[in-house]
């Protein structure tokens, strides 16, 4: 299924025939674009896909314990999103908006860059948080910057860096969302943005799900901006995902072949769960492997590392709407989505769940 002892893997087994952006699209009225998160995490609405023709189920996430059994695995992922975002000019006076990508050795990063003109190597921005960013190289989209701050560029970032909120969020981001956009579990930072299916865990949940005797394990993946890129190609075979950093360590394996043993379920929490399971994957067999990603995952590939998924509801046309279809069926997502938008969930980032089971075909 992939690519091993080489550079960022892609998915290689795809369909013959094309399979069209257009197929993915859907309506979503504006006013079900979640702009913030709500007073409790595990208070958002959890809609319930069984496999096969069963019927929808609408539930909330605090009820999860309903859907498991003792001796499940929930994995998480427990990347940390970085205050990435950051504000200076360029000598020449213009506005500049950063958003890191990478964070590199040596004070190093990898980002994009909003500004009416792009600078040029060798250029340097004036940091409004103080110090400055020289502009090393460019690569299509993304720029390598060195930084030039006080002490680590990491620990720098922590006090002056603002949260990158997704860009349908309209709004700034404020004082709560430091919090609520990262899960209770985070701890390896390096995202820049959440792995939004987590953010609905609370420590009561947690400890609720542990009385009932699910178990946990956690793979980190640094989400990378390229998740918000849209497919710019028709035959989305043709198109090539950005590149992210993930870890799949022994400890998890052993987890979860003890955990098969004994007839329990794996279960992701998150899209980026199935995506660093499925890139540990080596004839047939999930291996320890850290190193980066390009995995595609659409209809046609046959995701074999998680018997459910929890994830939030995705944007029309969207990588992920496609990894969740090829999960679980994409006749059977849409028509979720459709008693979604009916029933009046609430969407992305800071909206609703769904708990999916796999397609029987």
């Not at 496999?51 to 996430?61: C, L, N, P, T």
């Not at 909003?114 to 989209?141: F, T, Y």
Request: aromatic share 8%; glycine share 8%; proline share 6%.
């Amino acid at each position: 299924m992939l690519t091993y002892n080489a550079p960022p893997c892609q998915a290689s087994a795809q369909p013959r025939f094309p399979v069209k952006k257009s197929d993915f699209h859907f309506d979503l009225p504006d006013e079900l674009i979640a702009q913030a998160p709500l007073a409790e995490r595990s208070a958002s609405r959890l809609l319930v896909v069984p496999a096969g023709e069963g019927e929808f189920v609408d539930r909330h996430v605090r009820d999860l314990d309903e859907w498991l059994r003792p001796g499940d695995l929930l994995v998480f992922n427990d990347t940390r999103v970085i205050p990435a975002r950051l504000f200076g000019q360029k000598s020449t006076g213009g506005r500049v908006e950063i958003l890191i990508e990478r964070l590199l050795p040596d004070n190093v990063a990898r980002a994009q860059i909003g500004a009416s003109k792009s600078p040029k190597p060798g250029g340097r921005i004036q940091l409004d948080e103080g110090g400055e960013a020289e502009v090393l190289d460019r690569e299509g989209e993304f720029y390598t910057l060195r930084f030039h701050v006080p002490g680590a560029l990491e620990s720098w970032l922590l006090q002056a860096g603002r949260l990158p909120l997704p860009p349908y969020i309209q709004r700034e981001a404020g004082r709560d969302d430091d919090e609520r956009y990262q899960t209770v579990f985070a701890r390896e930072l390096g995202a820049v943005a959440a792995p939004t299916a987590g953010l609905h865990f609370d420590e009561a949940l947690l400890q609720a799900l542990r009385e009932r005797g699910i178990e946990f394990g956690h793979v980190t993946l640094h989400v990378g901006a390229g998740t918000f890129q849209p497919v710019r190609v028709d035959d989305v075979r043709e198109h090539h995902m950005h590149s992210e950093w993930l870890n799949v360590g022994a400890a998890l394996i052993e987890q979860i072949h003890a955990t098969r043993a004994r007839g329990g379920r794996v279960i992701a929490v998150g899209t980026t769960v199935v995506r660093a399971l499925e890139s540990a994957m080596r004839d047939g067999q999930l291996q320890p492997f850290a190193g980066e990603t390009q995995i595609f995952i659409f209809p046609g590939y046959r995701i074999r590392s998680v018997d459910a998924l929890i994830t939030n509801f995705h944007l029309p046309e969207s990588t992920l709407l496609m990894l969740v279809s090829a999960f679980a069926g994409k006749d059977r997502v849409f028509a979720a989505y459709r008693h979604a938008v009916e029933q009046r969930y609430r969407f992305f980032s800071y909206g609703d769940a769904m708990l999916l089971f796999p397609s029987l075909s």
